[in-house]
């Protein structure tokens, strides 16, 4: 059988322009609508779909090695049901394959990350995302060749306890309170209180804040109401200058038998969303870069928005060695609780600005 290229056609009502961060500081869904139809020619049965986009560094700087993503709507994505994460690959413009990780194919949104060699300041570069038919080039799915940071829990490590000083007092978390469970860490612990607050937490990695970053969590609650005012699970930055610590964090907190996300700082004290928190995943986001850091909350199914919130810029933590984790806590009196939640993975990301803009959509097929 001969193979062809056939576009698929777009009418594109508006310029199709997809903000290439899936933790942006805005909606997801501000992509405009396109109005895709597919041109039948003959007996062509399509073997595999692809999409053009085209990065745009908006750096003024040369961007090496850097890791982009590009994160689209489902309904805007030709034959989504034949898109799946083991046969999607990526491309640059002359057909060399590039490191890639597909982070999300949910039934609403895709988001996929690469890593681009080189993009000079302020230039752009193609790449063609391939899915639906069998993939070339498994080998190349590797998050750890574009992130700083990855940890998948494929198996259970050592976690070592850190102090934040978030809670009054901070304990490790004992060794039958960590387990892997089919990828997932399960961080499932009880934590008795008398006159203060009491955590558990532990530290995944280190980070020194050199340039802009982004950490990124992918959790879920699982415990009930404890009814106690109490953390399920939070995740932090933290460093220590003297006595003193320095603190960033996003929690799940519950309070009066409702869970609601919780932004909290050493300095700036905290701030809670009215969106409850539910037992769905959420991907947290904390951005740190050596003038400051913010974080943002959103919906792992759909990547809609949660909220956003700025911690400090007053260049708190510049330079400085930070460590990266996660914990529980109790902060109610004379209360026990029992708190269980799952984290699917944690990376760390060079956080640059860039646009990505699809260019074209089509399919490969075969004529018998």
């Not at 560094?57 to 961007?63: I, M, Q, R």
């Not at 080039?137 to 750890?144: A, F, I, V």
């Not at 984790?325 to 109790?330: E, H, M, P, V």
């Not at 760390?348 to 004529?367: K, L, P, Q």
Request: net charge positive.
């Amino acid at each position: 059988m001969t193979r062809h290229h056939v576009l698929i056609k777009l009418r594109v009502f508006l310029p199709v322009l997809i903000l290439l961060s899936a933790l942006a500081l805005t909606p997801a869904f501000s992509v405009p609508s396109i109005n895709v139809s597919v041109q039948s020619i003959g007996a062509c049965t399509a073997e595999r779909y692809w999409i053009d986009v085209n990065v745009t560094n908006l750096e003024g700087t040369a961007l090496i090695n850097q890791t982009f993503n590009a994160t689209i709507p489902s309904d805007r994505i030709p034959a989504y049901s034949r898109l799946r994460a083991g046969n999607v690959y990526v491309v640059d413009e002359n057909g060399n394959p590039l490191y890639y990780w597909v982070m999300r194919r949910t039934s609403k949104i895709f988001t996929v990350f690469f890593r681009i060699p080189s993009i000079e300041a302020n230039g752009w570069r193609v790449v063609r995302i391939y899915y639906g038919s069998d993939n070339p080039y498994r080998s190349y799915r590797k998050p750890g060749e574009i992130f700083v940071y990855f940890e998948n829990f494929n198996r259970l490590k050592k976690y070592p306890h850190v102090d934040t000083g978030i809670f009054d007092g901070s304990q490790a978390f004992t060794s039958k309170e960590l387990n892997v469970s089919r990828s997932k860490l399960v961080v499932n612990s009880t934590i008795s209180t008398w006159f203060s607050s009491t955590a558990k937490e532990a530290q995944l990695t280190t980070l020194t804040v050199d340039d802009s970053y982004d950490v990124v969590f992918k959790f879920r609650r699982k415990s009930d109401a404890q009814n106690a005012d109490s953390y399920p699970f939070y995740m932090f930055i933290h460093t220590k200058v003297g006595n003193r610590d320095r603190y960033d964090y996003i929690g799940i907190h519950e309070s009066n038998s409702a869970f609601h996300f919780e932004f909290g700082n050493d300095r700036s004290g905290t701030y809670e969303t009215t969106e409850k928190a539910g037992k769905q995943y959420y991907l947290g986001r904390i951005f740190v870069s050596p003038q400051g850091s913010s974080g943002s909350v959103e919906k792992f199914s759909n990547g809609a928005l949660i909220d956003s919130h700025t911690f400090e810029n007053n260049n708190r933590f510049r330079n400085r060695d930070v460590s990266v984790g996660f914990g529980q806590a109790n902060a109610d009196f004379f209360a026990t609780v029992n708190l269980l939640a799952y984290v699917d993975w944690v990376y760390i990301v060079r956080h640059v600005n860039y646009d990505v803009e699809i260019t074209a959509m089509g399919a490969e097929c075969s004529f018998n």
